[in-house]
């Protein structure tokens, strides 16, 4: 029994030991373990530290280079991980620019000369700041702005591409320029880069419009008339589109035939419009000229983009003249003084209107007193044009991917012209004139050569409502005699020359025959180099 004991204590005592030996390894292994662990992150641990030192000294550098660097701020670290909005910088003074808009045809060149408060940047000046620009976006249809703007000397240079990419007539970025002193914003001014596409290298600056117009005046019959209207411009300066010229030179000549008969149906009028135009006479061609010229001054700041429309407002100032190629007498009429019946007891009433009615310089109780039968009114014999002048506004809107495509124009202007007021300076007399080409075009701006006009001259004078006198009609003989018709040189006509003293307005359509040409130019120039494509293309195929 006790030996029995003996050997299960024995038993019990050999599994304790081993049991313990076993404790004792796993424990050795696993400070071994931890050892380890400790022994490599003591490792990282000076890794990193070295990072952080080399990562200072960088910073460091980083921060002495931007120091030492002109008009280059270097933002700390601390106000990088400031999560507060930072306040909104604000320029010191004014910064301008001269021009105010780059606008590139493929391969040009532009500078842009920055300003201060409207005075140019003294080299001393340009010594201390620094010239930032960034483009936003930065990057369109593979054309990267910042490689073709270049800052140099205090101006701004850019470079178009050679080309666009396939199907791009034009890319536009925002340009932000900054000028800095140091730490200091000294101004800031965005502009707008446009690098369009050209066709045939040409763009629009003229217009040679024939057709026809409606004219009148106040409370006065109308006429119709063939006229030729053209219209030239030319900027003062080396720009290339006319829009981006501060200043224009321009003129306008236009010339109107005898009054033509038109009282037929819009659709046959439309269907023999350019053989109606082809049958008028030479020596009718041309019966009456107005011509204007003068200069356009675009406001810096009144130029609008909005798609592919761009446009301008301007202030233009004029001089020209206007008159009738034509005799006086060519355009007189008679008519026969009223009379009292003889041998009736009711008074005529039309004796009294016209006795009271004026006639110019004469008075109607004069022309009856010479006891004549007839009355020839007949604009004055000039030896002068009628002169006119005048100033306002015009706003212009171009389509910058048609260059070759009309503007449409609406002016607005104030002046005098002695055409509207008896031959003589008189009083302020405004002026309204609309151009608007119909958009019916192609994507180049060819075939846009139709056109829709409307003038307007009024007196800004108190107007008076006069009786308007019922006088019979009297047949002009011309160069014939008859009892049916008078001439004005017969002894029983009394002329009275009445100068013009209305407002006058036209209106009209007509063809703009420079796009018209310009149009068929491109079409053969098209030809040519279809057919050039096409004749390499079976060359190489024969090879």
């Given at each position: 029994m006790i030996q029995q004991l003996l050997v299960v204590g024995l038993c019990l005592i050999s599994t304790a030991s081993r049991r313990h030996l076993y404790a004792q390894d796993s424990l050795e292994k696993l400070l071994q373990q931890v050892e380890q662990t400790k022994t490599a992150h003591q490792k990282a641990v000076a890794a990193l530290e070295g990072e952080l030192a080399n990562l200072k000294a960088r910073t460091l550098l980083i921060e002495r280079i931007l120091a030492e660097s002109k008009g280059t701020v270097a933002a700390p670290l601390a106000a990088a991980a400031d999560p507060r909005p930072k306040p909104e910088v604000k320029p010191t003074k004014t910064l301008t620019l001269e021009p105010d808009t780059f606008s590139l045809d493929l391969g040009d060149s532009q500078k842009i000369t920055p300003k201060l408060d409207n005075k140019q940047i003294s080299a001393e000046e340009l010594k201390k700041l620094t010239l930032e620009v960034n483009a936003n976006p930065s990057e369109i249809a593979g054309v990267k702005f910042s490689e073709h703007i270049a800052v140099d000397k205090g101006q701004i240079s850019v470079q178009a591409p050679e080309n666009l990419g396939e199907g791009v007539n034009s890319v536009t970025s925002k340009l932000t320029i900054n000028l800095k002193d140091a730490d200091t914003l000294v101004g800031r001014q965005t502009v707008n880069l446009t690098i369009a596409r050209s066709v045939d290298g040409a763009n629009w600056e003229s217009r040679a419009i024939m057709g026809f117009h409606q004219a009148g005046a106040s409370s006065a019959p109308s006429t119709q008339k063939a006229f030729f209207d053209f219209y030239i411009a030319r900027a003062l300066g080396n720009h290339r589109n006319l829009y981006d010229a501060r200043l224009s030179l321009w003129g306008n000549i236009r010339i109107a035939s005898s009054p033509q008969q038109t009282d037929v149906p819009v659709s046959q009028f439309a269907a023999g419009f350019v053989g109606r135009l082809a049958d008028i006479k030479v020596n009718n061609l041309a019966q009456s000229a107005e011509f204007l010229t003068g200069l356009e001054w675009r406001f810096a700041r009144a130029k609008w983009t909005?798609?592919?429309?761009?446009?301008?407002?301007?202030?233009?100032?004029?001089?020209?003249?206007?008159?009738?190629?034509?005799?006086?007498?060519?355009?007189?009429?008679?008519?026969?003084?009223?009379?009292?019946?003889?041998?009736?007891?009711?008074?005529?009433?039309?004796?009294?209107?016209?006795?009271?009615?004026?006639?110019?310089?004469?008075?109607?109780?004069?022309?009856?007193?010479?006891?004549?039968?007839?009355?020839?009114?007949?604009?004055?014999?000039?030896?002068?044009?009628?002169?006119?002048?005048?100033?306002?506004?015009?706003?212009?809107?171009?389509?910058?991917?048609?260059?070759?495509?009309?503007?449409?124009?609406?002016?607005?202007?104030?002046?005098?012209?002695?055409?509207?007021?008896?031959?003589?300076?008189?009083?302020?007399?405004?002026?309204?004139?609309?151009?608007?080409?119909?958009?019916?075009?192609?994507?180049?701006?060819?075939?846009?050569?139709?056109?829709?006009?409307?003038?307007?001259?009024?007196?800004?004078?108190?107007?008076?409502?006069?009786?308007?006198?019922?006088?019979?009609?009297?047949?002009?003989?011309?160069?014939?005699?008859?009892?049916?018709?008078?001439?004005?040189?017969?002894?029983?006509?009394?002329?009275?020359?009445?100068?013009?003293?209305?407002?006058?307005?036209?209106?009209?359509?007509?063809?703009?025959?420079?796009?018209?040409?310009?149009?068929?130019?491109?079409?053969?120039?098209?030809?040519?180099?279809?057919?050039?494509?096409?004749?390499?293309?079976?060359?190489?195929?024969?090879?």
């Open positions: 909005q798609g592919d429309r761009i446009r301008t407002l301007g202030m233009i100032a004029f001089f020209g003249a206007n008159g009738s190629f034509s005799d006086p007498f060519g355009s007189g009429k008679i008519f026969a003084i009223p009379k009292q019946v003889a041998g009736s007891t009711v008074a005529n009433p039309h004796v009294d209107q016209f006795r009271n009615a004026r006639f110019g310089s004469a008075a109607g109780s004069t022309i009856m007193d010479t006891g004549v039968d007839y009355v020839g009114i007949i604009p004055p014999d000039r030896e002068r044009f009628f002169r006119q002048y005048g100033a306002g506004l015009r706003l212009t809107s171009y389509d910058k991917t048609k260059p070759i495509a009309p503007p449409a124009t609406y002016a607005v202007t104030l002046g005098q012209d002695q055409l509207i007021t008896s031959g003589y300076y008189r009083g302020p007399v405004m002026r309204l004139d609309v151009f608007y080409p119909l958009p019916f075009d192609t994507k180049e701006g060819k075939w846009k050569f139709l056109f829709l006009f409307g003038t307007v001259n009024m007196r800004l004078a108190r107007s008076f409502n006069l009786h308007p006198l019922s006088l019979q009609d009297r047949a002009v003989c011309g160069n014939g005699i008859s009892t049916a018709c008078s001439n004005f040189y017969d002894p029983s006509v009394r002329t009275v020359a009445v100068p013009s003293a209305r407002d006058t307005y036209r209106m009209g359509i007509g063809l703009d025959f420079v796009n018209l040409v310009r149009s068929f130019i491109t079409i053969g120039d098209a030809a040519k180099q279809t057919a050039g494509i096409a004749a390499k293309e079976a060359a190489a195929v024969a090879k």
